[in-house]
Nanobody, 120 residues
Framework: QVQLVESGGGLVQAGGSLRLSCAVSGGTFGTYVMGWFRQAPGKQRDFVARFTWSGGTSYADSVKGRFTISRDNAKNTVYLQMNSLEPEDTAVYFC??????????????WGQGTQVTVSS
């Protein structure tokens, strides 16, 4: 059973930065596609960023150029560096271990989520 534990959320002013961490345990780190989703109040859960099988990265248009996903294989940890944060980035952020199915990133395992609040 894969377990994902996020940390690093908090309150930040617009224009600021945060780095989220996701500690992965209970599975083989390289078995799944790792990524991040987010869910704002009253909205559906949206894709944010992920790795590709070839080692590249993929981002939602809304965060391109501002967010960076990275990983430390030795620590079994995935990161999401978020810069130039905007109030619209306010959401609960979820770490996800999943797969690509019919061209779509689908989560098999989800973390509990960490709240990110960006004040204007």
């Amino acid at each position: 059973q894969v377990q994902l534990v996020e940390s690093g959320g908090g309150l930040v002013q617009a224009g600021g930065s945060l780095r989220l961490s996701c500690a992965v345990s209970g599975g083989t780190f390289g078995t799944y596609v790792m990524g991040w989703f987010r869910q704002a109040p009253g909205k559906q859960r949206d894709f944010v960023a992920r790795f590709t099988w070839s080692g590249g990265t993929s981002y939602a248009d809304s965060v391109k150029g501002r967010f960076t996903i990275s990983r430390d294989n030795a620590k079994n940890t995935v990161y999401l560096q978020m810069n130039s944060l905007e109030p619209e980035d306010t959401a609960v952020y979820f770490c996800v271990a999943g797969r690509i199915q019919f061209g779509k990133f689908t989560g098999d395992y989800w973390g509990q989520g960490t709240q990110v609040t960006v004040s204007s």
